[in-house]
Nanobody, 121 residues
Framework: QVQLVESGGGLVQAGGSLRLSCAAS????????MGWFRQAPGKEREFVAT????????NYAESVKDRFTISRDNAKNTAYLQMNSLKPEDTAVYFC??????????????WGQGTQVTVSS
């Protein structure tokens, strides 16, 4: 079992930055790939980024590539999402998830509760 808690969301102006954190409980954190997804009002949950269990490989949605960076610290049982050059269309609830390194939500067995990110224009 892995429990995930996101933090770091908030309100930021367009062009600004935020860093989301995902703290995991349990001793098996390093066994899982970690992913970030987001869901805007009235829209389906969409893939943002994923990182392998070792941190050696990552993948991004085209919409965030070159602006967002996913990372992890297995010693701290924490995954991160650094978000730069934020745009109003990045506004959403952001979820972290643990599972397989896929771009589909079905690959992840464990989910956090989400943290709100709002980007004002």
């Amino acid at each position: 079992q892995v429990q995930l808690v996101e933090s770091g969301g908030g309100l930021v102006q367009a062009g600004g930055s935020l860093r989301l954190s995902c703290a995991a409980s349990g001793r098996t954190f390093s066994s899982y790939a970690m992913g970030w997804f987001r869901q805007a009002p009235g829209k389906e949950r969409e893939f943002v980024a994923t990182i392998s269990w070792s941190g050696g490989s990552s993948n991004y949605a085209e919409s965030v590539k070159d602006r967002f960076t996913i990372s992890r610290d297995n010693a701290k049982n924490t995954a991160y999402l650094q978000m730069n050059s934020l745009k109003p269309e990045d506004t959403a609830v952001y979820f972290c998830a643990a599972g397989r390194p896929t771009m589909t939500s079905k690959g992840y067995a464990y989910w956090g509760q989400g943290t709100q990110v709002t980007v004002s224009s």
